[in-house]
């Protein structure tokens, strides 16, 4: 692959194309430079209900989805041909090695069990292979595959359970059926999907069960799965209904037929017998006679080196005796304890670039890298053939798309010396590291070969995070800042998460706080599309400050705006660390209100703001918008006490400031709202009693004005009152009046005053409480129960209840033309009123 933006000397290999001695060295640019070295590789994802943009520079953005974009993309999925499924299958199958010809092997004594898997998945029912690593059971899933090819609408659908969970598994069925690219539908709607999948699942080397295998069958109720685990893992559950069937070693014959097939001769007197020892060592695996087979034709070859390096003089020699062949030249058989672990026997037998592949794959836990990838790596053009070479000789397998160590030999070859000590393999695994990170990075890999490597470039990450040796650590980190993108662009999820965990630790240990913050706004990105909204304003909220700790602006922008999404999913207030908020509580559900009740003072808004720096927040402070005209009655308890009710005006309010700001304004809108509060109470005040205006308050008298026409507070006014309400006794009580009167008489003793003398002749007369004129700006309260004479006798009709009507905006705040609806007939509005 031809570089075109950054240096190989800065990754650890050549340049694979010469250069003139005399051309000059392209500028680098630095490291941490504003501008990237190459193209910025973006890509856009739809999930869910947010648009989500993954950018390897400034972390990922999130925003809300526009609905067109969603509809187009969240429209049904189209389900894959025949032809592209075959087409799929090709691609997700491990590459065929080059170099070396691998024999192949036929599938011996696994006929019976072969027609009883195909017979359970014929009736849909699901089946678990269960056996020892190296039993074959990947060639007989395989082999079962091929025969219900055509036994489901859906087809076979071919799965590695290799470091997946059950999530990562969904993903990947729905991914196989429908084509949906850049399209990763929220959790309710994949399992909503995938229940119409009708496919036989084929799923190896998978690693949960119990009620976690008992949830994922039950997601697909229509796929028929043929499994294959090894007995460390945990058992399916009672209640599962699933068919379980034991794979065994091969029998003694089957053992040595497989051997004499690895070798492509009949079997030796001796080599039959050593053979027959290995079987009662190995149990019958068929993977140990696939590495005996190896093991004798190592012999073979090592024996006809031996006849063509002997002199000619001892040849002529020993063939005038008249023996066939030189039998001191021929190696011995190995003892039977080391043909049944022979890694280290087959390893030395191997060429130069095959042993380096196998001390790269034991730095890396068993994982192998890429073919591709070996020549770059062990400095030889052509150890891509050394993969053929260990698969020939049974020291490695396929697991789904690439290929790792078999089972034992890892840790065969690390007793053997190959790990070296642990400088070595961690050397090795920073080698793997900065290999990896030129090549995840560079602009003409698709994020889908990337995914393929996943296990192997994690594995480099955990190698050098648990290694601690000097610049390791920041390896890790830029090779999770190459990976991570890369993954989450190919949704592989499962692997974008473990390599963003490997970065964060990483960058914590290198001590580099701003790649530090990239990978908890990733995994708080990562959070928020999966729907785990506590970790994921954990994760932004530790990343928003460390980046305002480094006076980073666009990174603190994008993760207030992920953060923001998780606050309105939520419903709570952006954090107090990072700047005021406005919290938007959510009323209790409650039934609507009739058309004729009346709107109560403790039905308010409530704003609360939210200094920055506190972690404790202010409580709510009651501010009426408007005060009813006819008071409701008082609540039972605590009538100052307040239900808080969101305000849908200000939803989107955003109060940002500098902390000085925000604490005046702060303090303004409490002595606002206590004051409102004080003057609502001092309005609407008394318990269950009406406004009026025929008492003025004790120790005050009325003063005579201009305009009052000689009026005393004995004589009654023209203008229309509200009918009192009868208290005990049939005696009208009266209600606190917020207007004196004006006659000089004292209020003190209230006089009688006739009904009959008031009002127009032709109105009904009713009962009524003595008026005057409003000539005050103060409102006043007379006390109730003072001696009334002249009273009514009956009770009075009680008056009809009106809308309350908005409040007057000068400074008399009750007047006796808002007190109560008129009398029947249409009394006339007196002068006194009117003015």
Known sequence: MEQHHRAPHEHGHDDPSPRPADAAAEPQPPRDADVPAGPVRTVRIVTGDHLLTVNPVDGSEIEPCPPGERSARAARPERHTPDQRAELRRAAAAPRPSGTVVPDLPMLERDEERERLARLLARGRSVRVTGPSGAGRSVLLEAVAADCDRLAPDGVVRLSGYHRTPTDLLYDLYAAVYRAPLYRPERAELLEVVQEIGAVVVLDDIEFGGAALDEF???TPECAFLISATPDVAAPSADSHLEEVFLSGLS?????????????????????????????????????????GALLRQREAAAGDATADAPADASADTAAEGDAEPRDAVPPLPPIPEAAAPAALLAAGLGEAARDAL???????????????????????????????????????????????????????AADGYAGDAAASAGRAHTVAQHYTWW?????????????????????????VTGREAGHADAAVDLARAAAPAFAAALHWGAWERAVRHGQESARLAGQVADEAYFHHELGVLALCTGNLDRARAELEASIGLRGALADKRGTVAGRRALALVSDRTGAAMPDAFGPGVVRTRPPAAAAPSPSSSPSPEEQVTAVITPVGETTKI?????????????????????TSTKPRRLGSLRNLALTGTRRNMAAAGAGVLLVAVLGTVVTLGAIGGDNDKPSSDRVKPRESASKQDDDKDLTADEPSDAPSQAPQPGLSNVPLSSPSSVPSSGGTPSGSPTPSDPSTTGDPSQPQTPSAPTTPPTTHEPTHAPTGGPTTGGPTTPPPSPTPTRPTAPPTTATSTSTTASGPPSPGGPATSPSASA
């Open 359 to 413: 001390r790269f794959a034991v730095a890396l836990g068993g994982e192998c890298p890429h073919q591709a990838h070996l020549p770059a790596l062990t400095d030889d053009p052509h150890a891509d053939a050394a993969l053929g070479e260990l698969l020939a000789h049974g020291l490695v397998t396929t697991v789904g798309p690439h290929y790792r160590l078999a089972a034992g030999v890892a840790d065969q070859l």
């Open 252 to 292: 003694r014959t089957a053992g040595l037929e497989l051997l004499e097939r690895a070798l492509r001769r009949p079997l030796a007197e001796d080599e039959a017998s050593w053979a027959a020892d290995l079987w009662f060592e190995s149990e019958g695996l068929p993977l140990r006679f696939v590495q005996a």
């Open 619 to 639: 409580p709510p402070v009651a501010a009426t918008a408007a005060l009813p005209t006819q008071p409701a009655p008082a609540p039972a308890s605590n009538p």
């Open 217 to 219: 069958l039950d997601a």
């Open 440 to 464: 995840a990075a560079h602009p003409s890999v698709a994020p889908e070969r990337v995914a393929v490597e996943a296990d192997a470039i994690l594995a480099a990450m955990a190698a050098l």
